[in-house]
């Protein structure tokens, strides 16, 4: 690894962002010393966990001195008072600024949001004073809209932020494959979308355990694919990092492509991550 090589890989996990569910804030404080001040944690939309922990995370992160960046699954909101009543909260509690808006993994809403634009156009999240909202970006192909429709469906969502005074962001699901990874951002700024992306990386974990998210998540684990991560299908005992991937990545990635940073999804655990973290700094210093 080059000087240069090593500075740009050393500034990109710089910018690490991180994936912590409700229930893994404990862990979180117990690491919190080895992450930088300000950096950006998303708090998953999970079912098994309501909004007083999403909350009670969001407070937690905050006094940790981090930006807490809750996820509003748009059909799982029963209705826009209830919105109303976490986002204010989110916000005078924990000093919320930042959101993920999702549309949700419900067939049929539960209340009166159908997608997350649904959500923007309700003018709560500003009302309230959130500055970042964060959309879902999809390198790999989306279960129910074509590839024209995702481009369409995240020009409009990132249009509509704007207009209601927010700065868009976009995050994506995690990858196993750079180099789809890698056409899709081409492809974005190509569009002339040139918001900040922040990629999802899955952290190091067993085989097993990326093989089992990546079907709970929809995300794309053919053996051609977790072959170019690194992984074989034979080795299920083993475990995996993404260093093949966050490899890739950075080679194919130019200043042309704008603002683009890590987003962590610790699968095999935050520690784990972390010093996964600093072993690649350290492997990019000495390069």
């Known amino acids: 690894m080059s000087m240069e090589t090593g500075a740009r890989a050393r500034a990109f996990l710089d910018a690490c962002s991180w994936e912590v569910s409700a229930k893994a804030v404990q862990a979180l404080r117990a690491e919190a010393a080895r992450i930088a001040p300000g950096t950006t944690i998303s708090i998953p939309y999970l079912a098994n966990e309501d909004d007083q922990a999403r909350l009670a995370a969001a407070r937690a992160i905050r006094e ?3 930006q807490p960046m809750p996820h509003l ?3 799982r909101i029963g209705t826009q008072a209830a919105l109303e009543h976490f986002i204010q909260r989110a916000v005078g509690e924990a000093g919320v ?3 993920l808006v999702i549309a949700g993994d419900l067939a049929e809403p539960a209340g009166p949001f159908a997608d997350s634009t649904a959500i923007i156009e309700t ?34 969502k990132c249009q509509r932020i704007e207009a209601h005074g927010m700065a868009p962001w976009i995050i994506t699901q995690f990858a196993f494959d750079a180099e789809i990874v890698l056409a899709w951002l081409n492809a974005l700024r190509a569009r002339g979308i040139a918001h900040p992306v922040l990629v999802g990386i899955p952290g190091p974990a067993s085989v ?3 093989v089992r998210y990546a079907a709970m998540c929809g995300v794309g684990a053919s053996t051609a694919m977790l072959a170019r991560y690194g992984i ?12 093949r991937f966050v490899d890739k990545l950075l080679a194919g990635m130019g200043d042309e492509l704008g603002p683009v940073s890590p987003h962590l999804f610790p699968f095999g655990g935050i520690a784990p991550s972390l010093d996964w973290v600093q072993q690649y700094r350290r492997n990019a210093r000495s390069g």
């Open 232 to 243: 074989s299908l034979g080795r299920l005992l083993g475990s995996a990092g993404p260093d």
């Open 73 to 75: 699954s748009a059909r």
């Open 64 to 66: 940790l001195g981090f």
């Open 123 to 156: 003018g709560l999240l500003e009302r309230a004073g959130i500055k970042v909202v964060a959309v879902g970006g999809h390198p790999e192909t989306h279960p129910v809209m074509t590839a024209a429709q995702c481009w369409q469906v995240l020009q409009n």
């Open 208 to 210: 097993t355990r990326l």
């Open 97 to 99: 600024e930042r959101c």
